[in-house]
């Protein structure tokens, strides 16, 4: 069984997840989605009415500490792993036009 | 040769005097130097820092003042629990060269206990497989049989521990990652309840799913490192606030009358009968230990593995957001704007597998299909749940295969859903948070190990860990060496 998704899913989900894709890529995602989405399926046959859903498996409530300050990692170390910087700042492309 | 000692035995050759932390440091250091060309258990060796720790480690055990029962013993960790100064790759070439500016708190906990960091094992890349083929950099071998994989995706900390190449290791584990591996090389790989260990500072996978665990050369090994890195921790606000028992203490309680589960479910039709038939074999050896075996039934078993492929690339697609080229990690260059760099850099530093989750995940959770996808797994989650509940009023542990299978060969499963369906076993105790291992139980006609699986009630790994181990003393498996010089 095919086509529960499409070329044209694909794309879209690849824009909202930031993943450029070939397009020999996009068909092999696209058979393979369609291959482990055909397998999900069987989860259709489950009755969960009335089931509600667990999102942690240890039930936790909020967890919260006394609001004191705290030393941070220094700027130094902070950008030390960034692939372009200037100064104490992360460089990226521009964003907002002149 | 030291090398070969269990955690335990060392440390007590360490008590007497008859060897020093840096005599056990240099034969690893040198082993790992002639043996892993050939097994590949390492991205990267730390011989300096191991050398600093473990003479430091001398100084206290002359002093007759160590610092923990593990003080000076050399240890790897999986690629994706960030080191301090050593690089942290995750598997991943969008990693390759990201230099942690802090440790995780589980590699406090084992500096603080004077253990020597050996280095840094491989995996599947973001912990997403179970061959650790998926690793960007090179696939690790089965030190049974170097032709086959070491399951994933912690498989470089497990060959690491059946090769002799560390005395113990951690991994980590969300859908089988420790237990599966550990099946596969023959070792002992423990999954904590979720929540028992502290999970700053490992590389997220799937928040709700991801524990810390060691691989070991046998239980007691398993339970001294648990000790070491269980426990609450402020920076980790999903970390339990239970104390941690001294779980090496309670090994020496017999399991008479211990009432043992076994899953009807787990022996799937397809499985390998050798595998089948040594873990029917080892029910029957804690049997005769005094285990009190009876049938039980976890229903929603053949769909667990449907859910966890939604709620774990879900997750992902979430927590991998952050690798955008900005912060840290590797950017592709020649980007028209913020966003095409960004789709860039992810196209280029993710590979194949990781790609495909990210897809599944964001897929799952897009609008139209939250909720017959997402919304339905985290029900099924409950129904999981629900099951081991219901089990666990009759029985104290569950017993049943780690793996429907035996260690594959190389290049064997190309179809990436004929690789999720490794982990049919190992995926539920995920899902319900709950604690596992597995222990060798014997092995195949051509020499491969088999896995035994320990399934526990939530923080009660005593129990667990006490079954496992009344089950390897009363059997010789432990013996048996991998063909490797």
């Not at chain 2, 779980?247 to 050798?274: C, K, N, S, T, W």
Request: aromatic fraction near 8%; proline fraction near 7%; include cysteine.
């Amino acid at each position: 069984m095919g086509g529960r998704i499409e070329t044209r899913e694909v794309e879209q989900v690849a824009r909202l997840a930031r993943l450029e894709l070939s397009a020999e890529e996009k068909e092999r995602m696209r058979e393979q989605l369609d291959r482990i989405l055909g397998y999900i399926d069987k989860l259709r046959r489950l009755d969960t009415e009335g089931v509600p859903p667990t999102s942690h498996a240890v039930p936790m409530v909020n967890v919260m500490r006394e609001d004191e300050p705290r030393p941070c990692l220094p700027p130094q170390e902070m950008l030390a792993n960034a692939p372009d910087r200037s100064g104490d700042f992360f460089r990226v492309p521009r964003i907002i036009e002149d | 040769m030291i090398t070969q000692l269990t955690v335990h035995a060392l440390v007590e050759q360490f008590r007497r005097g008859a060897a020093t932390p840096s005599a056990a440091a240099r034969a690893y250091l040198d082993r790992i130097a002639a043996v892993d060309p050939s097994v590949r258990a390492y991205i990267t060796v730390t011989p300096e820092r191991a050398l600093a720790a473990a003479a430091a480690a001398d100084a206290r055990w002359r002093a007759g003042r160590p610092l923990s029962p593990i003080d000076g013993v050399p240890i790897a960790v999986k690629d994706l629990l960030c080191t301090k100064g050593v690089r942290t790759t995750c598997g991943s070439r969008i990693l390759e060269h990201f230099v942690p500016p802090y440790d995780a708190t589980v590699i406090e906990r084992l500096e603080a206990a004077g253990t020597v960091l050996l280095g840094k094992t491989n995996m599947d890349e973001f912990a997403m497989g179970s061959s650790t083929e998926h690793s960007a950099f090179f696939a690790t071998r089965n030190p049974w049989d170097l032709a086959r994989v070491p399951g994933g995706s912690s498989g470089g900390s497990g060959a690491a521990v059946a090769a002799d190449l560390a005395a113990a290791a951690l991994g980590s584990d969300t859908g089988g990652s420790i237990r599966q591996p550990a099946a596969f090389t023959g070792t002992v790989g423990l999954k904590p309840t979720y929540g028992r260990v502290s999970r700053y500072g490992l590389v997220a996978f799937a928040s709700s799913l991801d524990q810390i665990g060691p691989f070991a050369k046998d239980v007691i090994d398993a339970a001294l490192v648990l000790r070491v890195i269980a426990g609450r921790d402020p920076l980790d606000s999903t970390s339990a606030d239970v104390p941690a028992p001294d779980f090496v203490a309670e090994l020496g309680r017999p399991i008479e009358g211990l009432r043992l589960g076994v899953p009807q479910e787990y022996f799937v039709e397809g499985m390998d009968p050798e595998v089948e038939a040594s873990v029917r074999e080892a029910i029957e050896v804690l049997k005769r230990l005094g285990g009190r075996a009876e049938p039980i039934s976890l229903p929603t078993t053949d769909y667990a593995l449907a859910a966890y492929y939604l709620i774990a690339p879900a997750e992902a697609s979430s927590n991998l957001a952050r690798y955008d080229g900005v912060k840290y990690g590797s950017r592709a260059a020649g980007a028209r704007d913020v966003i095409d760099m960004s789709s860039k850099t992810r196209a280029q530093g993710f590979g194949p597998e990781v790609k495909r989750r990210i897809m599944l995940g964001t897929y799952a959770l897009s609008a139209g299909y939250y909720e017959a996808y997402y919304g339905k797994a985290q029900k099924v989650r409950t129904l999981v749940r629900r099951d081991f509940d219901a089990a666990f009023a009759r029985v104290d542990v569950i017993v049943a295969p780690t793996t429907p299978n035996l260690p594959f060969k190389h290049g064997e499963k190309e179809d990436p859903l004929a690789m999720y369906l490794n982990d049919v076993l190992t995926i539920p105790v995920n899902l319900a948070g709950l604690p596992g291992v597995s222990v060798r139980c014997g092995f195949s006609l051509a020499g491969l190990p088999i896995g035994l699986q320990f399934i526990g009630r939530p923080f009660d790994e005593a129990t667990l860990l006490r079954a496992a181990h009344a089950y390897e003393q009363a059997t010789g498996w432990q013996t048996r060496r991998p063909p490797l010089p």
